[in-house]
């Protein structure tokens, strides 16, 4: 294993060199967004549109690993578009995200039900501690691009967010956005 250089765009989130990548579509958002209707207007109106795209870069042998988030901008009735939401599959293992570009709302739930909500504005270094759910809420009219960075081993549990969702919802109200309780949260 050697010392490299990574490129980082703030702008695109474009990583160079990277080692994987993959795209999330608002199709495969059935069962997050509350509004299922508007979901399904959204799909017919303007397509399966790009929701957010993860570049990572992982060097073999290292413990840790980086890479971006970019989100685009959106929303689905009230929601804003977001991340999935996860926890990671080990439960001692946190994470940090580091705003580039954009504004979003990161939510932060714990286990024992402590909620938490950390502003996404470029400058700000997110700690996300060992065993809180986390999901990114790109609340701006641009794209919302973070970088993050956690150990190889931390793995991701979407699971449980896909089953009983986030304790919040983030929705758009008088074009400001405000976190809500998520009236569909399963305890």
Known sequence: MLPEGVTIDPLTGHISPSTGKY???????????????????????????????????????????????????????????????????RQDRGEIYYTQSGEGILLLHSRDGQTREVDMKPGVCAFIPP?????????????????WCCSQDAGHDYAEIASKGMRKLVVAKEDAAACIPNPRFQV
């Open 23 to 89: 795209t999330k579509r608002l199709s495969e958002f059935r069962g997050i967004y509350r509004d299922e209707k508007a979901l399904d207007a959204l799909l017919k109106e303007q397509g399966d549109l790009v929701t957010y795209e993860v570049v990572e870069y992982r060097a073999d042998g290292s413990d840790l690993f980086f890479g971006t988030t970019t989100m685009m901008p959106g929303r689905v009735g009230d929601e804003y578009f977001m991340t999935r939401g996860h926890y990671h599959a």
């Open 131 to 147: 065993d809180w759910a986390h999901r990114s809420v790109n609340t701006g009219k641009s794209r919302l691009v973070f970088v």
